[in-house]
């Protein structure tokens, strides 16, 4: 076959020439060529199009379109192609694979999904799904995703698992974020939001319907296997992935803890917000000033009848005590309240603040007698009985510290090993500093607390050696320098 330029150029050659085999010397294709397409224009039948031509596929044609009629649409080739060998035919499964294709276009075209579009009402609904979020120290980790279907407004959260009190405190969260309460949630048919289905209708979780008529919430589930009704909660999980889950393609690297995969959700949700959407050109941020003015106030205080049993974290030790286990608190939270609940091996704390609940920590199930600690839960520690550090009380003290980490260590280690006379030894390494520099006398006292030399001499022996091997290393034979040794090191005795 021809492409039309070619054709063009053939009926051009002949034109010129009004000879098939010179035109076809032109043109660099068989006489037979020319006169059929000089034919074909004659006739008013010249066109780009394929000549059909019979094919050993043609009589297997309606049980191919009669299986993809069937499977609607699913219908594989390869299947297509075993099936016909046992029919009887003799072609190649290329041949198949382009009949199939065929036949699934045709069937596409009788059942394609027609969308209408979504009108939306300011104020009226709000969508949110989950999504699979990046793994932090060997532990999956989920993106709670949701958006305000007027204004396009995203809100994504990190979790650790979809319980219904995690589901809900995310609910919560996002709302106070909106600044108000839609009037209806729509989202997929899961067991925190549907128990089960009865002759199609869902029934809804009692705990879920309870949180949600706390904020004057409407929940609402999309039809089963049909992802489709909530194109825009999919559309804002697919863009989170892309943009803060780890990938060959963003090069992101791996979060630390889970402190800074929500400070990347934070980071991402004023970007999105920001920038203008590509459907209503403005930034989700101002649209979402317009539509607080038809959301429902929120309530002061969240649902926490989910979160679990209240306990007062311990005004001096930041810690909780649930089922006879102690597990640590953040040392912000002492005095306050916080809702301990278990799921699973797990302990979760949960505290109310100005933005909603928040989980502010998770332990391993503990026994009593055995602690669960975090150390970031509590300040680094001013003194501790293992590492003393010296702080000088008067002028002496502070004179002899000041001459850097050989000195403190020196202190450190000479009062551990019982040494005798420290003020006076300390009161000597000054006025030797003064003399030598304080940078060398502190290598010395570095050196001498390594090695435990705290007797009297033993800096000076120190400073001696190191100043004779400094010496020595340096010295070089030349034409105008000799190594023999000199009588300039004797100038220091006595000072």
């Not at 992101?252 to 917000?273: Q, S």
Request: net charge neutral.
């Amino acid at each position: 076959m021809k492409f039309a330029e070619e054709v063009m150029e053939i009926l051009e050659a002949f034109d010129l020439t009004q000879s098939y085999r010179t035109a076809a010397e032109l043109a660099d294709c068989s006489h037979n060529t020319v006169a059929h397409y000089v034919a074909a224009r004659e006739a008013g039948g010249l066109s780009a199009r394929p000549v059909h031509r019979a094919q050993l596929l043609d009589c297997y044609l309606e049980k191919i379109e009669e299986w993809v009629e069937g499977s609607h649409g699913k219908m594989r080739a390869d299947v297509a192609h075993e099936k016909l060998l046992a029919m009887g035919y003799q072609g190649s499964e290329r041949t198949v694979r382009r009949g199939v294709a065929a036949a699934k276009t045709s069937w596409a075209v009788g059942y394609r999904r027609i969308y209408r579009p979504w009108v939306v009402e300011p104020g009226l609904w709000f969508q949110y799904d989950f999504g699979d979020g990046p793994d932090i120290g060997g532990r999956p980790t989920i993106l709670f995703c949701a958006w305000l279907a007027w204004s396009r407004f995203r809100v994504v959260l990190p979790i650790l698992d979809r319980t219904l009190p995690t589901v809900i405190a995310c609910i919560d969260t996002t709302l106070r974020r909106f600044g108000g309460c839609p009037t209806y949630a729509l989202t997929d048919n899961e067991k925190t939001v549907t128990v089960e289905h009865v002759a199609g209708i869902a029934i809804r979780n009692p705990a879920l319907v309870a949180a949600a008529r706390h904020s004057g919430l409407t929940l609402k589930t999309c039809v089963p296997y049909d992802p489709e009704s909530k194109g825009g909660s999919e559309a804002t999980v697919r863009v989170a992935k892309a943009d803060l889950v780890p990938k060959e393609a963003n090069l992101l690297d791996d979060y630390g803890d889970l402190a800074a995969l929500e400070a990347a959700c934070l980071k991402f949700c004023e970007e999105v917000n920001r920038r203008p959407h590509r459907v209503t050109r403005r930034a989700p941020v101002e649209m979402l000033e317009e539509e607080r003015r038809r959301l429902h106030p929120l309530p002061a205080q969240p649902y926490t009848m989910a979160f679990g049993v209240t306990r007062s974290v311990g005004k001096t030790t930041a810690m909780v005590t649930f089922e006879g286990g102690s597990y640590s608190a953040p040392s912000q939270l002492a005095g306050q309240t916080v809702w301990v609940r278990a799921h699973g091996e797990d302990v979760i704390l949960v505290h109310l603040g100005p933005q909603g609940p928040t989980e502010v920590a998770r332990h391993l199930r503990t026994t009593p007698g055995n602690p669960r600690l975090d150390g970031a839960h509590f300040p680094a520690r001013e003194s501790d009985p293992l590492q003393r550090t010296p702080r000088a009380r008067n002028g002496a003290e502070a004179e002899f510290l000041k001459l850097g980490p050989g000195a403190s260590a020196w202190l450190v280690e000479a009062g551990e090993a019982g040494a005798t006379r420290v003020r006076a030894k300390m009161a000597r390494a000054a006025s030797l500093a003064r003399i030598i520099g304080a940078a060398q006398v502190d290598e010395a006292l570095g050196q001498a607390a390594t090695s435990g030399r705290f007797s009297e001499g033993d800096l000076e022996s120190i400073v001696e050696h190191r100043a004779t091997a400094r010496a020595g290393e340096a010295a070089r034979a030349s034409e105008d320098h000799s190594l023999q040794v000199g009588t300039a090191a004797w100038g220091a005795l006595g000072r």
